[in-house]
């Protein structure tokens, strides 16, 4: 038997010594010696100092109002998953402290954005960890599970058994157990009912619903690091729309060119397209008999067949399987969902990329094989006592001695063995408004897309009456994406940009554009309505090893405590089946068009899609032929632009020039470089971002790099600097004294440009700069509006803000650096640009105030 780690406690009543805490409130529970009057026990339960750290699984479903973004005027209910994890709290803080649901008290329901900044709760789906805004769960989504970690008086029964984790419980003890849980959990969610009650505004009509929340089960974690938003292993994300917004009529509803690689189901009208999709509930693949004369061990089919998780097997099959025609369109269907996932690839070892992720995979997994192998060494010197009858200075076993031996060799050698397969991440900056491209967070795992469920609504209501919308014969499908991390709008913009390829809005090689990191353009794909988003579960496989415990609702035996009692699991499976019904009825409260498209449907794709692709379908014709090399060749030539500069821009340009010809140009910071385009002289040292990234992040603040080594010519020979002041009184810019009259003459021609403007402090000088697209984040945090001027003889170069062209040569314009992407367009000849603002932490210097004679005497 394994001897108890926990640490032995008192009763303050009585005094005695116990082994634990279970045994502590086992005795005090049943007031064994009268120590604690039932109050007194109550209220010895409530103490915080006597909590426990439990996980929660639960689900919820924003308001009406939130669903259908109607925020500016007395919108309430539940806004999103932030609010329901707050409102879930406050309901097991009521049931912890007795709180009668039916006692008449005020209760604070209001919620706010001091409120949400100030709440912090661990949560499969929060940013707690993270707190950085490209993570952030999208607005007004719901969740059809959610794991929620907090602290609250215990239910002894509910504890681990911590004196004999290893022996099982007594079908008794199970049943207290689960019959103080299943009290538990009905007392939180009638808490829950009684405070989603108080949203009752008398403006909202019977269609209006304050949210729901629903509350499945309890888990006592003995484990105190678990943290259920950072140990996630996978996570799932579902999308819910109408099926036809897939089809296009042969009128093709005003789209009108449709692509050669569109994916659409040969029939001729939409109802035949929405007859041919077959229902099939979410999650739930059709149970299958073993075949009894292929199966070698005919015990474990029948066991199958026996198991309580298959009595109810025949009700998940399709009533009819799709003809030979769906199944192929669902196969091609099928085939563009993969193209969005990330791949395992063979390792070319001339990707720079490529080959420093292997390495970084492969010394992960080395790790982790000497963390597992370190953790059976330490469970064998734990062995019971019955079986360390061996003498004490026996000699460790050799065969265990040479695999750790051989495991550690394997981690020290792990660079030099050759690299074959690896699953090369892709980079999603064009799916979320949040990160760039050389952002760590957009290089995502995207596992997989798959149709996760067909249904229909019923045509008739619960008395039996026809029902005013119409449902029955109109499917909504469910596509569930799974991946490590979702950013910001991700799994939304995944939707829409994958609902545009099937349609033929847009050919299917617009996902080389989108994923491709060389391209310095934005193309950020169409956002889907939030309406049909949901979160869908979150999994803890390496969690569940280590506390022997289900960790996500699912039938299984794999142990014996957790989220897989049948009672769980179909409670899960009938709120999800809810809350899709919700979601689709929520398409329909717009109405129908006369052809018998939504109006929901029809205001995305008039306003959002096709609009889309139409700008799409342009860039996408680009960056064809920057791929073929024919875009910079399709600028016109230098001398149309003509040489005459303004007399405003003669002395600062004179002096550009002068720093330049010079060979004077200061050298660029790694993390500058990073978001700028430049090809070395020596193609062969070109690296890919992500070992571009890696350098500027691992090598030190002086680690440059020369503008001159760049060859000349599209964004090459790049370089930036910046002068003035700088938030750090102790490191100013060396370009103060190394071009005093530069600096001087830059910032006169702020003045002289916009004499109304507050002056700056700084100024960031680029020479030959095609930039990637980005925000000034570095230096730029907090920054005032910027104001930027290109001078010089060049074409192209206008600068992008957000998707929108801007020609600065010889023309000053403001704009949000530190907030709006912007970055350069190709340009040819010679392109100087000033980048005027002012750093947080800077508010008030103005740069034009420098001493600039006392930096000449200096120079």
Same mark, same amino acid.
């Given at each position: ?30 007031? =064994? ?51 329901? =994890? ?434 310095? %353009? ?299 992407? %912007? ?37």
């Amino acid at each position: 038997m394994t001897k108890s780690t926990s640490k032995p406690v008192s009763c303050d009543g009585c005094q005695k010594q116990f082994p634990s805490k279970n045994k502590l409130f086992q005795h005090l529970a049943l007031n =064994s010696d009268g120590c604690l009057s039932p109050d007194e026990y109550a209220e010895y339960m409530r103490n915080p100092r006597n909590f426990e750290k439990i996980c929660v699984l639960y689900g919820y479903l924003p308001g009406t109002d939130y669903q259908r973004k109607c925020i500016p005027d007395g919108a309430c209910g539940i806004e999103g998953g932030q609010h329901a =994890s707050w409102l879930l709290t406050q309901a097991i803080d009521r049931v912890c402290r007795g709180i009668n649901i039916n006692a008449d008290e005020e209760v604070d329901i209001s919620w706010s954005a001091e409120k949400a900044a100030a709440f912090k709760i661990n949560r499969s789906f929060g940013t707690q960890s993270r707190n950085l805004d490209a993570a952030h769960q999208d607005e007004y989504t719901g969740a059809i599970t959610e794991m929620l970690c907090t602290n609250t008086s215990p239910l002894f029964f509910d504890f681990t058994n911590d004196d004999n984790p290893k022996e099982e419980d007594d079908s008794a003890t199970k049943e207290q157990r689960k019959k103080k849980v299943t009290l538990w959990v009905q007392a939180v969610n009638e808490q829950l009912d009684h405070l989603l009650s108080r949203f009752t505004p008398e403006t909202k009509t019977n269609d209006w619903s304050p949210g729901r929340i629903r509350v499945f089960g309890r888990l006592s974690i003995p484990q105190k690091k678990f943290n259920p938003e950072s140990d996630v292993v996978h996570r799932r994300v579902d999308y819910c729309f109408p099926a036809d917004l897939l089809y296009v009529s042969k009128e093709n509803d005003g789209n009108s060119t449709m692509s050669e690689t569109a994916v659409q189901l040969q029939v001729d009208t939409m109802q035949q397209y929405m007859d041919k999709m077959v229902s099939f509930p979410p999650g739930q693949k059709p149970f299958r008999a073993f075949d009894a004369g292929k199966t070698a061990d005919r015990r474990k089919a029948n066991d199958y067949l026996e198991a309580p998780e298959a009595r109810d097997r025949d009700k998940f099959r399709p009533a009819i399987r799709p003809d030979q025609v769906t199944l192929t369109y669902l196969g091609l269907m099928k085939k563009v969902m993969q193209a969005f996932t990330t791949q395992v690839e063979d390792v070319d070892q001339n990707d720079s990329g490529a080959v420093l992720e292997k390495r970084f995979s492969d010394a992960k997994r080395n790790k982790q094989k000497q963390h597992s192998s370190a953790k059976q060494q330490k469970m064998k010197q734990k062995e019971p006592q019955k079986k360390k009858h061996r003498k004490q200075n026996q000699a460790p076993n050799t065969q265990d001695k040479k695999c750790n031996e051989e495991g550690t060799k394997e981690a020290d050698d792990s660079t030099n063995l050759p690299a074959k397969r690896f699953l090369r991440r892709k980079r999603f900056h064009n799916f979320s408004p949040n990160v760039l491209a050389h952002d760590f967070l957009a290089y995502r795992r995207l596992d997989r897309i798959y149709h996760r469920g067909t249904i229909r609504l019923d045509s008739t209501t619960q008395d039996g009456s026809k029902s005013v919308l119409h449902t029955g014969s109109r499917p909504f499908v469910v596509f569930s994406l799974t991946g490590d991390l979702f950013l910001y709008q991700q799994a939304r913009r995944v939707i829409g940009l994958l609902i545009a390829i099937l349609r033929g809005c847009i050919d299917i090689d617009i996902l080389d554009l989108v994923f491709d990191e060389n391209y310095a %353009h934005l193309v950020s794909a169409p956002l889907a309505p939030s309406l049909g988003l949901m979160q869908g579960e979150a999994t803890y496989m390496t969690y569940e090893g280590r506390l022997n415990m289900v960790l996500n609702a699912r039938r299984t035996r794999a142990f014996s405590k957790g989220f897989n009692d049948e009672d769980v699991v179909t409670s899960v499976e009938q709120w999800e089946e809810s809350v899709l019904k919700d979601i689709a009825k929520g398409w329909y409260l717009d109405g129908t068009g006369a052809n018998g498209q939504l109006n929901a449907e029809r205001d995305w794709l008039e306003t959002v899609l096709y609009p889309w692709a139409k700008k799409a379908r342009g860039e996408l014709d680009n960056y064809r032929r920057w791929k073929a090399g024919e875009l910079a060749s399709s600028l016109p030539p230098v001398v149309s632009v003509g040489t005459s500069v303004p007399d405003v821009y003669v002395k600062c340009l004179q002096l550009l020039r002068e720093a330049d010809a010079n060979g004077a140009w200061p050298d660029t910071s790694a993390q500058r470089q990073l978001v700028m385009l430049s090809t070395p002289n020596d193609e062969s040292l070109t690296t890919s971002l992500t070992a571009a990234r890696m350098a500027a992040k691992t090598n030190n603040s002086e680690s440059r790099s020369c503008a001159y080594s760049f060859r000349e010519g599209e964004g090459g020979a790049s370089g930036s600097f910046s002068v003035g002041i700088m938030p750090d009184r102790s490191s100013q810019p060396k370009g103060n004294l190394q071009f005093p009259q530069l600096v001087k003459a830059a910032f006169e021609l702020e003045r002289a440009l916009f004499p109304d403007r507050e002056p700056s402090s700084t100024i960031a000088i680029n020479r030959n700069a095609q930039f990637r697209p980005h925000t000034d984040k570095g230096a730029g945090a907090g920054q005032s509006t910027s104001l930027i001027v290109a001078m010089g003889n060049f074409v192209g170069g206008e600068l992008m803000v957000e998707g929108e062209k801007k020609d600065i040569r010889y023309n000053g314009i403001e704009f949000n650096g530190w907030k709006q992407r %912007h970055w350069t367009l190709p340009f040819k000849g010679e392109r100087y640009s000033l980048v005027w603002f002012t750093p947080k932490g800077c508010e008030g210097m103005r740069g034009i105030d420098i001493d600039f004679d006392s930096l000449s005497r200096e120079n």
